[in-house]
T-cell receptor, first 112, second 113 residues
C-alpha cells in the first residue's frame, strides 16, 4: 500500500510569484486535505476536497486554491506569494468520514 | 481563537516511566480526537484516535483518555522509550465540519535514556 506522497520536497520562490504543490493520496482514500504549518505552530487547515469538490475551507484568502483529480490526487496553488507564505505545506488523505488522516512528508516553501 | 490548546510546550521523562501529554479544547461540536507524532523533516504520523462516545481508547503502549465535561484529553505512553522523543500534536474534528482537523501547537517530548 503506497502512502501519501508530495512533490516537490523543497521550493524557493520570490514574492509575487505563483506556486503549485502536488499530492498523491493513499490508495483507497477519497478525501484530501491541505494544511500549512508555520515554524513552532501546529498544522493549520487550508481546505479539503471530496469527489473533486471543495467541501471545507479554513481561514485562508482566495489566492490559495486547489484541485482534486479523478484519481484523488490533488494540487495546491498559491498566487501572489507573500513572505508569510513561507511554511511547510502538508497534504493528508483519508476515507470520507471520521477516519484518521494520513500525512505526506510535506513541501517546504520559502518565499524571498 | 485557539480551539485546541496544548499548554505544555515541552516535557521530559525518564525512559521506562509514563509520559502524559495533555490537550484542552473549547469547541463542544468536536466529536473526534486524534494524536499525531512528528519528527523533524517528516509529516505527522497518526498514533491513536477516540470518538466522543468513548472515554478511553488503548493501542499497545498508547492510551488516550477523553473527559468531555472538562473538554480535556490526554495521551499516556507507558513505558516511554527514547524513540518516542518527538513533537506530539493533539487534533480535533467534527462531522459538522466534514472532519477537517484543528490542531494544537504541539508538545515536544524528550525521553531521557
Amino acid at each position: 500500500e503506497t502512502g501519501v506522497t508530495q512533490s516537490p520536497t523543497h521550493l524557493i520562490k520570490t514574492r509575487g510569484q505563483q506556486v503549485t504543490l502536488r499530492c498523491s493520496s493513499q490508495s483507497g482514500h477519497n478525501t484530501v486535505s491541505w494544511y500549512q504549518q508555520a515554524l513552532g505552530q501546529g498544522p493549520q487547515f487550508i481546505f479539503q476536497y471530496y469527489r473533486e469538490e471543495e467541501n471545507g475551507r479554513g481561514n485562508f484568502p482566495p489566492r490559495f486554491s486547489g484541485l482534486q483529480f479523478p484519481n484523488y490526487s490533488s494540487e495546491l496553488n498559491v498566487n501572489a506569494l507573500e513572505l508569510d507564505d513561507s511554511a511547510l505545506y502538508l497534504c493528508a488523505s483519508r476515507r470520507q468520514g471520521p477516519y484518521e488522516q494520513y500525512f505526506g512528508p510535506g513541501t517546504r516553501l520559502t518565499v524571498t | 481563537d485557539q480551539q485546541v490548546k496544548q499548554n505544555s510546550p515541552s516535557l521530559s521523562v525518564q525512559e521506562g516511566r509514563i509520559s502524559i501529554l495533555n490537550c484542552d479544547y473549547t469547541n463542544s461540536m468536536f466529536d473526534y480526537f486524534l494524536w499525531y507524532k512528528k519528527y523533524p523533516a517528516e509529516g505527522p504520523t497518526f498514533l491513536i484516535s477516540i470518538s466522543s462516545i468513548k472515554d478511553k481508547n488503548e493501542d499497545g503502549r498508547f492510551t488516550v483518555f477523553l473527559n468531555k465535561s472538562a473538554k480535556h484529553l490526554s495521551l499516556h505512553i507507558v513505558p516511554s522509550q527514547p524513540g518516542d522523543s518527538a513533537v506530539y500534536f493533539c487534533a480535533a474534528g467534527s462531522g459538522a465540519g466534514s472532519y477537517q482537523l484543528t490542531f494544537g501547537k504541539g508538545t515536544k517530548l524528550s525521553v531521557i535514556p
